[in-house]
């Protein structure tokens, strides 16, 4: 993977370019509608491993280097002695198995052509450990030309981890979308005009606080990836330049909203994303649209 602990974590691609991509396509599963296309991959936990827009023949988005990367939940707690990229690392149960390769079980699953429903056990990211009280769910539904995704992690476990960044969750592009936009300024949610990052070639993790709960990776050509994320106010982000580029490749483009939250017994958290491929424009207009039913709903209750 791989992402935060505390403050930031300097990622280690040396350590990870040994290690294979995730599941072939044999364990990929696919839900689709006329403009949409998305796929899990059920080697890594039902992690969301593909995502297209049929009109723009660019193909799939996401990147799926190893099962660290993905659009998946992933979640840290204490110091537990484990060491990931000769580092030492902590509690780090994710969704998609461990950075040596090893797939994270599937418990169940519920596929229909445009929905599909997963429950799989998390894995510790570092050692490898299969952690059967630690269980994520996730329900995807195609929904014109976004996909809506709900995630949930529930925690059955007895120890009391310290209040760590979350990854809410973890978003991993194809390394072609080069631009990271969102909106940080005073007027939100006013089509006032984004912030850019233009110049993000280090592997180093940097923080902002976006006012409008959006943020997407935009390519040459005009068109990308973003994310609408009403649970979280913080973002976390960092692009991975390399030579090995693509859907599999170690180049990637990663945010991830965050919020701070302790695991303890009886832990449970969910929360839902929106996923939209096209311009900057269309992204933002499509996230606008779902801000503004949210709005209006919460002020009909």
């Known amino acids: 993977m791989k992402h935060i602990a505390s403050a930031a974590v300097i990622l280690a691609y040396t350590a990870l370019c040994a290690f294979a991509e995730t599941g072939t396509a044999a364990s990929i599963v696919f839900i689709e509608n006329e403009q949409i296309k998305l796929g899990m991959d059920m080697s890594s936990g039902g992690g969301i491993c593909h995502f297209e827009d049929k009109a723009d023949g660019k193909g799939n988005r996401i990147n799926r280097f190893d099962r660290g990367r993905l659009i998946q939940q992933s979640y840290y707690g204490e110091h537990d002695g484990s060491i990931w990229a000769e580092k030492p690392w902590l509690w780090n149960p994710i969704q998609g198995g461990d950075y040596k390769g090893k797939p994270a079980p599937v418990l169940e699953r519920k596929i229909e052509k445009d929905k599909a429903y997963v429950k799989s056990v998390g894995v510790h990211w570092a050692s490898g450990e299969v952690l059967n009280d630690c269980v994520f769910e996730e329900w995807i539904t195609l929904e014109g030309v976004t996909a ?154």
């Open 148 to 301: 809506r995704i709900k995630f949930k992690f529930t925690y059955s476990g007895n120890a009391e981890h310290p209040a760590r960044h979350q990854e809410l969750p973890a978003f991993f592009a194809n390394s072609g979308m080069t631009d990271l936009y969102f909106y940080d300024g005073e007027k939100p949610w006013t089509n006032d005009t984004p912030k850019v990052r233009k110049d993000l070639k280090e592997v180093r993790n940097e923080y902002a606080k976006p006012t409008e709960n959006w943020a997407a990776y935009i390519g040459a050509d005009g068109r990308g990836i973003g994310l609408y994320f009403p649970a979280s106010d913080e973002i976390t982000y960092y692009r991975c330049e390399h030579p090995d580029k693509g859907e599999t490749g170690v180049a990637c483009s990663y945010f991830a909203p965050i919020s701070t939250l302790s695991i303890k017994p009886g832990f449970t958290f969910e929360y839902e994303i929106f996923v939209k491929i096209g311009t900057l424009k269309e992204i933002r207009e499509k996230f606008y649209s779902l801000h503004s039913g949210a709005a209006a709903a919460n002020a009909a209750n």
